[in-house]
């Protein structure tokens, strides 16, 4: 072994064991400064040295970006689902099902159940090798890429004997070559809660629940999208020919001294007393944790007791879930009032008597649209259930309609926008009404001048929601043109706001006439234009007048542009208004066509062509890369097909792709080659 590859081993170590004690354990070793600096050692090291890339190595936990497509694998063992009870009497059945089929005395390992996305990691020889999702139970996508960005998963077991001495109550167990373990990836309710005010600012569809946020996040195409996402999980179950254990709480034992998170509410009960107990202490305590969970899961403890009770066709014998009772609250429905999204969305929200549910009082509850209200055959007055499951907002889950007033009068959506009076109209398909009058209804004004100044749009500084609604309400901007008529005196005289913010607002707004063309259009907030459509469209037609002008086929006919996009921009275009704010923000000075000197680099050298990058590289990032890629006309894709047009080969490419490649017979080019090809028709 040489010196640079010990070096990089011992490095890889170091920091595998910070990391455990950092996320696992929750116990620093050390300050996140010395961390960084170590791990832009061994970043260096490695990147001098690529013939040790590891999969595996600590640097591997922000991701790659190149999007993937997932790949489905057989399970070894069939990820089955369990039971449900919902009481103390079906938990009582269980116990007394199992003491009389084993006839022997047993205990039951009480678990928490937490409410995630199931996840199978396989390891061999102490290295994670693959990542599966529960998929149909039989086979599920590999999601390996996007796993090793958890940081709770350990990429590499812990076998260091001074490791397992650190924690002197883990016993000092040999790791089985090979086997798995199963577990829950979450979304911690914190992140959660983050994302989706993110989320909100960006305009993007919010995630329910965490659960739901979770499976979304695993399911990402790019894995450094992942690693910021910052996901947690747990494991409960191990698998394998040759496990450390003879009982399931011997094997989770070992598999926390091996670097797995085990949840620390995991109980071992010699009595059905002991179970009940367990039940009532966490159904409370359960509201104190950090992640979601919906139940507890009682497990027979004994391998072989387990082996001895088997399986139904769905579920094992010797497990089963208690499910927690979503908290539920009577109460009164006042009224409805509908709110009006900055798309023109009419959200219905139930005014409520107040009422104490899971901690909060609860006065408004949403009912989502027309349908719902319908469905539920809502009446002022009614008597109404309200859960709040695992979503932020509580909902209405039902009507006690046997106590409804005779006289009662149905609750019918409203046929007018409440805040501009226009008719309002319900596409066909949709299940939301809209306020069609964009220009003019001012929460729609005021949604768009917000939208336009978030991060990813024009990123104004210093301009929130509420300092644009009082702009707005003291007439001193009354679309997005005006913003930039803005003057410090205006801005120092609203409340709240000092000179230094003022300034600061100026200058912001100021260099935002830089903003690349792509983004302006985004920020124009017209519906369908997301990110991605407008950096599109920016690429393919160059500037505002082209866009302008093409026709709903023209737009068509680019790559990625269906026909709802197409004609939301081509009705935004026809419209007076829009024509003249487009016009007013070119006068201001704001980017209307794609850069000159972008263009004049790009070339149509990679014209149709469908490029995948694969291994590492010396002289450009894989962004960069990327970038290239489209700036040159081609598309820059994820796995190997028949239509890969070559493969930008860097060092240590998988073996896998390698294979692939040859069998299909996909050239590859070396980035030195590639870098040829696009200057030989630049000139
Ligand atoms: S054990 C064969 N333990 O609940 C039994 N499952 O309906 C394997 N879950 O798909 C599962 N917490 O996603 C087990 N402590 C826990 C759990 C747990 C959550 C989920 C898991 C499984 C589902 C069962």
């Known amino acids: 072994m040489t010196n640079i590859e010990q070096q990089i081993l011992a490095l890889r170590e170091q920091l595998n064991n910070y990391n455990y004690h950092y996320y ?68 009582a059945d269980f116990y007394n099902r199992v003491a009389k089929a084993l006839n022997a005395p047993f205990e039951i390992v009480c678990e928490l159940k937490y409410d995630g996305t199931s996840i199978s990691l396989i390891y061999e020889n102490g290295e994670l090798v693959r990542a599966v999702t529960r998929g149909d139970g039989e086979k599920g996508d590999d999601v390996t890429a996007n796993v090793r960005t958890i940081r709770t998963i350990p990429l590499t077991l812990n076998t260091s004997t001074h490791r397992l001495t650190e924690s002197p109550n883990h016993p000092c167990i040999e790791i089985p070559d090979k086997f798995e373990i199963r577990g829950e990836i979450l979304m911690p309710w914190k992140v959660f809660e983050d994302l989706n005010k993110e989320r909100e600012a960006q305009e993007e569809p919010l995630f329910a629940n965490p659960r739901n946020a979770a499976s979304g996040t695993i399911k990402l195409q790019n894995p450094s999208e992942v690693a910021k996402r910052k996901l947690d999980a747990y494991l409960y179950y191990m698998l394998g020919e040759n496990l450390p254990a003879n009982t399931h709480s011997g094997c989770l034992q070992a598999a926390s001294a091996y670097g797995f998170k085990i949840s620390d509410a995991v109980k071992v009960c010699k009595t059905l007393q002991e179970v009940m107990d367990y039940i009532k202490y966490w159904d409370t305590e359960r509201k104190n944790l950090p992640v979601a969970t919906d139940g507890i899961v009682l497990k ?31 109460t009164t429905l006042l009224s409805v009032s509908y709110q009006v999204g900055r798309t023109g969305a009419i959200t219905p929200v139930a005014n409520l008597v107040p009422v104490q549910l899971s901690g909060t009082v609860v006065k408004r509850a949403s009912l989502h649209n027309a349908d719902i209200i319908e469905g539920l055959d809502l009446h002022i007055g009614d008597k109404v259930y309200v859960e709040k499951g695992g979503e932020i907002i509580p909902k209405i889950t039902g009507v006690e309609a046997s106590i409804r007033d005779l006289f009662a009068e149905k609750v019918q959506f ?84 000092g000179e230094k913010s003022g300034r600061r607002i100026l200058k912001s707004l100021e260099s935002s006439k830089q903003v690349p063309f792509a983004r302006v259009l985004f920020a124009l907030g017209i519906r369908y234009v997301g990110e991605t459509v407008a950096k599109r469209l920016s690429a393919k037609l160059k500037s505002m007048e082209a866009l302008m002008q093409a026709s709903v086929e023209e737009l068509m006919s680019i790559d990625e542009i269906g026909e709802s996009i197409a004609q939301s921009l081509v009705a935004y275009f026809a419209q007076e208004e829009n024509k003249k704010l487009i016009a007013d923000l070119q006068e201001i000075g704001l980017q209307m066509a794609v850069d000159e000197q972008m263009q004049v680099a790009g070339s149509e050298a990679l014209k149709g062509k469908t490029i995948v990058i694969s291994g590492t590289f010396t002289q450009h990032s894989r962004d960069e890369l990327k970038a290239l890629i489209e700036l040159h006309g081609g598309k820059n894709t994820g796995s190997i097909s028949k239509n890969t047009s070559f493969i930008l080969a860097g060092e240590n490419m998988g073996p896998a792709k390698a294979e692939k490649a040859a069998q299909l017979g996909v050239p590859m080019l070396s980035e030195q080659e590639f870098l040829s090809l696009i200057e030989q028709n630049n000139v």
């Open 414 to 497: 409203i046929t007018h926008c409440p805040e501009c009076g226009t008719a309002l109209v319900r596409d066909e398909g949709e299940a939301a009404h809209y306020c069609p009058n964009e220009a003019h209804c001012p929460p729609q004004i005021k949604g768009k001048m917000v939208h336009f100044v978030s991060r990813k749009a024009m990123n104004i500084d210093g301009l929130g929601e509420e300092t644009i609604d009082l702009l707005y309400r003291n007439g001193l901007a009354r679309n997005i043109a005006d913003l930039y008529s803005l003057k410090l005196i205006d801005l120092s005289l609203l409340e709240r706001m």
């Open 300 to 330: 027979v403890n004994d391998l072989t007791q387990q082996k001895n009770l088997g399986y139904t066709a769905k579920s094992p014998r010797w497990a089963i879930a208690y499910k927690f009772q979503a908290e539920k609250a009577l």
């Open 24 to 91: 696992v354990l929750s116990q620093p070793l050390i300050s996140d400064f010395e961390f960084d600096k170590l791990l832009a050692e061994l970043q260096q090291l490695e990147k001098e040295n690529p013939q040790f890339f590891d999969p595996n190595s600590p640097t591997q936990r922000v991701g790659s970006d190149i999007n993937q497509n997932f790949t489905q694998v057989k399970h070894q063992y069939p990820m089955l689902s369990l039971g449900n009870t919902y009481n103390e009497a079906e938990v």
